[in-house]
């Protein structure tokens, strides 16, 4: 017995026949193979940033040991130079004739020559403390 057609029978039977199943196989081809894609290339950054983390990691605590010695080795050649700028007053106030031909500004050098200003050691200083 054949069933009367009713009208949304007749609608999606059309609508199907407008449809190329060969075009739709294409089409989930092509979206599966870039979802595979897609998947490589989100395993791909993964491991790109979890290298790039570790690598930081290691990068991060070298340049805080580096900066350590850094301000380290300033504060040693700031002593060594102020030891160096007492002796030199010593030696200028036990024998005045034998630096009377040099001008006092060149052997008692003062602190205001420093080329790195004092509130930047104490910027690096505090940076290290926070770490």
């Given at each position: ?6 009208a949304?029978r007749v609608f999606c039977g059309?609508?199907?026949?407008m449809v ?6 294409a ?7 870039m ?5 490589k290339?989100n ?6 940033n ?8 290691q990068?991060s605590?070298r340049f ?5 010695t850094?301000v ?10 102020r ?6 007053g010593k ?5 005045p004739?034998?630096f009377?031909?040099?001008p006092?500004a060149?052997f ?7 080329p790195?200003p004092p509130s ?12």
């Open positions: 017995m054949d069933l009367p057609d009713s949304s059309r609508i199907l026949s190329n199943t060969d075009d739709v196989n089409i989930i081809l092509a979206q599966k193979n979802l595979d894609r897609f998947e290339t395993e791909m950054l993964l491991n790109f979890n290298l790039s983390s570790a690598r930081l990691q990068m605590e805080l040991h580096h900066t350590r850094l380290e080795m300033k504060r040693d050649l700031d002593s060594i130079f030891r160096i700028r007492t002796l030199k030696l200028a106030r036990q024998h004739e034998a009377s031909h040099i006092e060149s008692l050098e003062e602190e205001d020559e420093d790195i930047t050691t104490t910027t690096i200083a505090t940076s290290e403390q926070s770490t």
